[in-house]
């Protein structure tokens, strides 16, 4: 068994996740991985759990916390248009 480096649970089902920079991290749950991987918004604090927006290589959680922060933020959108 192998111990959550977030909550401390020891797991017989815990997994690992290797990241880019070469850091390994075991947890036994998506809530721990989110909770130590997860990027927060620079607005509101929030986790960043899905795309995010990126803007002025600042991290946004959604278009509305990029254009309440940075000039650049009134060209983030939260959804892609269609292309035909």
């Known amino acids: 068994m192998a111990q959550c480096e977030v909550c401390g649970n020891d797991y017989d089902m815990t997994f690992e996740i290797r990241t880019v920079g070469g850091g ?3 947890f036994d749950s998506f809530e721990c991985a989110i909770h130590r991987l997860a990027p ?4 509101c604090g929030c ?17 509305h916390c990029a ?4 000039d650049q933020g009134s ?10």
Request: one cysteine or more; a neutral charge; proline letters at 0%.
């Open 67 to 70: 254009r309440e922060t940075t």
């Open 47 to 63: 986790r960043v759990v899905g795309h995010g927006v990126e803007v002025e290589g600042r991290f946004f959680c959604c278009a």
């Open 40 to 43: 927060i918004c620079e607005h």
């Open 24 to 26: 390994v991290h075991t």
């Open 75 to 84: 060209k983030a959108r939260d959804a892609v248009t269609a292309s035909s």
